[in-house]
């Protein structure tokens, strides 16, 4: 069963302590892992994709990572600003109608 | 930039009324998704279309329905509304090529009294 999981449900930073968050998903045929950010009462926000193993993606703060079976998303010194939820997400094999998988999410709390 | 707009915010409305829900996309984009996202239950996909009038269920169909007329926009109706469908409801966009990220709205907070 194509399945994702995000470990672990929430994680307390203080300002500049580095840290990763998990996301393993059981898909046959990796054709894309999203990482999305999500305020509180907003929608997510795209951050990256990828697409196969040994890919990694930056921006400011925020790197992630791909293996055959997990993505990595890397907080080097976070700050308060980058609290929120952050939400894993795999494209479903076969057909064009991009129809995802979400893990249920990682929420981040960074402590100044 | 990619831009998908929700009608509403914010939304209340009675049992029994008949809800709607718009959305509309601005990169031309052939699929359309709702979704529904609850505590502890994280986002559920409830219908996506993949063209004008074309139209599949999701995994939580029941008490919905969608309708596509034009490219961009894509409603969600609530039949007859219950309060157990009260939740943030999210639409979302992506091409059927390449890439295929989905691009989401703001979202809809309804409650449903």
């Known amino acids: 069963e194509d399945q994702v999981t995000q470990s ?13 968050l998990n996301c393993s998903y059981t898909v046959s045929g990796l054709r894309g892992l999203f990482w999305y950010r999500q305020d509180p009462g907003k ?7 990828l697409y196969s193993a040994g890919e990694e993606k930056e921006k400011e703060r925020l790197k992630a990572t791909l293996t055959k079976k997990e ?8 700050k308060p600003e980058d609290s929120a939820t952050y939400l894993c997400a795999v494209l479903l094999p076969g057909g064009n109608t991009g129809k995802l998988i979400f893990g249920q999410g990682t929420t981040l709390q960074v402590k100044p | ?12 409305k009675r049992t ?8 509309v996309q601005d990169m031309d984009h052939e699929n359309m998704f709702w979704y529904r996202q609850d505590p ?5 996909l409830i219908y996506f279309s993949y063209d004008v009038k074309m ?18 926009r894509f409603s969600l109706i609530l039949e007859s ?14 091409p059927p090529w390449g890439v295929q990220t989905q691009y989401f709205g703001p979202g809809t907070r309804l409650t449903v009294l």
């Open chain 1, 8 to 20: 672990p449900e929430a994680l307390r930073l203080q300002e500049g302590e580095s840290s990763s």
């Open chain 1, 43 to 49: 929608g997510p926000e795209f951050l990256f994709t």
């Open chain 1, 71 to 78: 993505s990595f998303l890397h907080i080097t010194a976070p």
């Open chain 2, 1 to 12: 930039d990619v831009k998908v707009t929700q009608s509403s915010r914010y939304l209340v």
């Open chain 2, 16 to 23: 029994g009324e008949k809800v709607f829900l718009e959305c």
């Open chain 2, 40 to 44: 502890g239950l994280g986002l559920r």
């Open chain 2, 55 to 72: 139209k599949e269920k999701g995994d939580i169909p029941e008490g919905y329905s969608v309708s596509r007329e034009k490219k961009e």
């Open chain 2, 81 to 94: 509304a219950s309060t157990n469908q009260t939740s943030m409801y999210l639409c979302a966009s992506s």
